[in-house]
């Protein structure tokens, strides 16, 4: 008998196939709709969020709106459809929507077997804690005989269980049959703690009417790596959002931002950033899009610090520090492939 793993490696490889034989040409059906479809959360302030006018925001949504205006050159031709966790990957493969950006981990399991192509980091995350401030712990370390809220059936649940056993700590569980229950039954005071994604943590303490009340704890139990992704099988959409992402990142590195691009443009000497604003022609003649693409991406949403401040950073409601979220160069994890 095969194994399980080579049992998930040929069912990968069938549904693959299958991908790209129904899905190539992502591209010219985006443009004949004149409309992106991307699929989002729609519930995490910071990530993303609709609110009660119909409105979108959240760094999610703004790397949908920057794909936008590579392909579509409109930051507003965006279908934003929100989907659960049990039907994102269902979604993207049966062409509902032309993108995935939606907190998804990239795994190697949903790598290889649920034709979908991750793109790149778009945000380094990881599961931490959140206890109440007047507790005075520091530490999770601190948290064991604790009542912990978890969502059942979760990646956060498996790393809670193998952290506390590997510390040889105790804790009782207070599970939840989604992180909105899990949220009420620990600021409900049914549990002492409340662990996820570190990003939904910030999300719920920054719509708490007082916010400073709440602590994340310093640990990272885990790698989440949140990563748009893309239908297994179609080599020019693929390269043309894994690009969007890489360029947003690389305007960063070359100090190219939203306020100093047009000013670039006319005075660019340097091959590098020559390159980067496409004044050849040459990327954009290699990806199927408009002329200096580069130049319009960065004018109309900024690079990838200036997203990050907005939805996440400093000057949004959650204040989170850019931490592995910062650039190699500053200590980061973020790194894009060079463009020369």
Not at 75 to 95: G, H, I, M, S
Not at 198 to 210: E, G, I, P
Not at 270 to 288: C, M, N, Q, V, W
Request: glycine residues 8%; aromatic residues 8%; neutral net charge.
């Amino acid at each position: 008998m095969l194994s399980s793993f080579r049992q998930i490696g040929l069912a990968a490889w069938l549904v693959i196939g299958v991908a790209q034989t129904a899905h190539a040409g992502t591209l010219d059906n985006v443009k004949q709709g004149a409309t992106l479809r991307c699929g989002v959360n729609g519930a995490i302030p910071g990530l993303s969020l609709q609110d009660k006018d119909g409105r979108w925001s959240g760094f999610d949504v703004d790397f949908c709106r920057a794909v936008a205006i590579a392909v579509l050159g409109d930051p507003n031709k965006v279908e934003f459809v929100r989907l659960t966790n049990q039907d994102r990957l269902e979604a993207l493969r049966e062409n509902r929507v032309d993108l995935l950006s939606r907190n998804t981990t990239w795994t190697m399991e949903r790598d290889l077997a649920h034709g979908m192509d991750f793109v790149g980091v778009l945000y380094y995350d990881g599961q931490g804690f959140l206890v109440p401030r007047a507790g005075g712990k520091m530490s999770v370390l601190e948290l064991s005989g604790a009542a912990i809220c978890v969502q059942a059936g979760s990646t956060s649940e498996r790393h809670l269980e193998r952290f506390f056993a590997r510390h040889r700590m105790t804790y009782r569980t207070v599970a939840a049959d989604s992180f909105d229950t899990a949220r009420e039954a620990y600021l409900g005071g049914r549990c002492d703690a409340l662990t996820s994604d570190q990003s939904q943590l910030y999300a719920l303490r920054s719509t708490l009417a007082d916010p400073a009340a709440q602590k994340i704890l310093p640990e990272t139990l885990s790698k989440e790596p949140l990563s748009p992704a893309v239908r297994t099988g179609d080599d020019q959409w693929r390269n043309i959002v894994e690009w969007t992402l890489y360029a947003l990142i690389n305007a960063e590195e070359l100090d190219i931002n939203s306020t100093n691009i047009d000013r670039l443009r006319e005075q660019a000497t340097t091959p590098d950033i020559r390159y980067f604003l496409d004044l050849e022609g040459a990327s954009s003649k290699a990806l199927g899009l408009a002329p200096q693409w580069t130049v319009d991406l960065v004018r109309k949403i900024g690079n990838y610090g200036e997203m990050f401040e907005r939805n996440l950073g400093k000057q949004s409601a959650l204040g989170i520090k850019r931490g592995m979220n910062a650039l190699w160069r500053d200590g980061g994890l973020l790194y894009a492939p060079p463009i020369l």
